[in-house]
T-cell receptor, first 119, second 109 residues
C-alpha cells in the first residue's frame, strides 16, 4: 500500500458529458474525503464517508454530483452533465479514527488528485 | 462563517532569512489549527498541528487566541522549504478542516 491513489490522473471532457473518478484510500482507513481545488484556492470540502456511510455533504455538492463508497473501501465521485465551471483538481483523502473518539481528527493523507478539464 | 484567511499569496525570501507565513482564523470555541504543505509535484501533506506543539523541519506555529492567528515561522529559510503552504482549521463540531487559499513560499539561493 503506497498511499491514497486516484484514477484517472487527468480527464478532459466536453460540456454535458458525465465523468466518474475513483479513489482508493489507505487500506486501514475508515474515513474518506473528497475535495475540489481550483486555481489559486485551497482545497474545498465536498463530502466525506465513514466506512460506507456518507456523513456530510457540502453545499458545493450540487445535484449533479454524487459520491459512493459501497463497501467502505474505494469511492467514486460522479459528475453528471459537466459544466466548464467544474474544471478543477479533485482530491481524495483518507484517515483513520481513534476508537471511541468519533470527534477525533487524525491526519488526512491525500491522493495525487484528478485534474478535470471541461471544454 | 468559520474560515481561515491567508493574506499573502506569495512570499519570497532569500536563503537564511526568517520566514513568517500568516494565518488568521474565525472559529468559535476551541478550534484546531493545522499547516499543510505541498512541494512541487508532490501531494498535499500535513506539516504540523497546533495541539502537537512540535517543530517540524524547523517550522513552528503558535495559536494566539487573542489575535486569532496561527502564523507559521522558521528562523532560517532553506531552499527546500519552497512550496505551497496551506493553513487549515476545524471547529464548531465539524470533523472537516477548512483550508485557506495558500501561500507560495519561494526561497532564493
Amino acid at each position: 500500500d503506497t498511499g491514497v491513489s486516484q484514477d484517472p490522473r487527468h480527464k478532459i471532457t466536453k460540456r454535458g458529458q458525465n465523468v466518474t473518478f475513483r479513489c482508493d484510500p489507505i487500506s486501514e482507513h475508515n474515513r474518506l474525503y473528497w475535495y475540489r481545488q481550483t486555481l489559486g484556492q485551497g482545497p474545498e470540502f465536498l463530502t466525506y464517508f465513514q466506512n460506507e456511510a456518507q456523513l456530510e455533504k457540502s453545499r458545493l455538492l450540487s445535484d449533479r454530483f454524487s459520491a459512493e463508497r459501497p463497501k467502505g473501501s474505494f469511492s467514486t465521485l460522479e459528475i453528471q452533465r459537466t459544466e466548464q465551471g467544474d474544471s478543477a483538481m479533485y482530491l481524495c483523502a483518507s484517515s483513520s479514527t481513534d476508537l471511541g473518539q468519533e470527534s477525533s481528527y487524525n491526519e488526512q493523507f491525500f491522493g495525487p488528485g484528478t485534474r478535470l478539464t471541461v471544454l | 462563517a468559520q474560515r481561515v484567511t491567508q493574506p499573502e499569496k506569495l512570499l519570497s525570501v532569500f536563503k537564511g532569512a526568517p520566514v513568517e507565513l500568516k494565518c488568521n482564523y474565525s472559529y468559535s470555541g476551541s478550534p484546531e489549527l493545522f499547516w499543510y504543505v505541498q512541494y512541487s509535484r508532490q501531494r498535499l501533506q500535513l506539516l504540523l498541528r497546533h495541539i502537537s506543539r512540535e517543530s517540524i523541519k524547523g517550522f513552528t506555529a503558535d495559536l494566539n487566541k487573542g489575535e486569532t492567528s496561527f502564523h507559521l515561522k522558521k528562523p532560517f529559510a532553506q531552499e527546500e522549504d519552497s512550496a505551497m503552504y496551506y493553513c487549515a482549521g476545524r471547529g464548531g463540531g465539524s470533523y472537516i478542516p477548512t483550508f485557506g487559499r495558500g501561500t507560495s513560499l519561494i526561497v532564493h539561493p
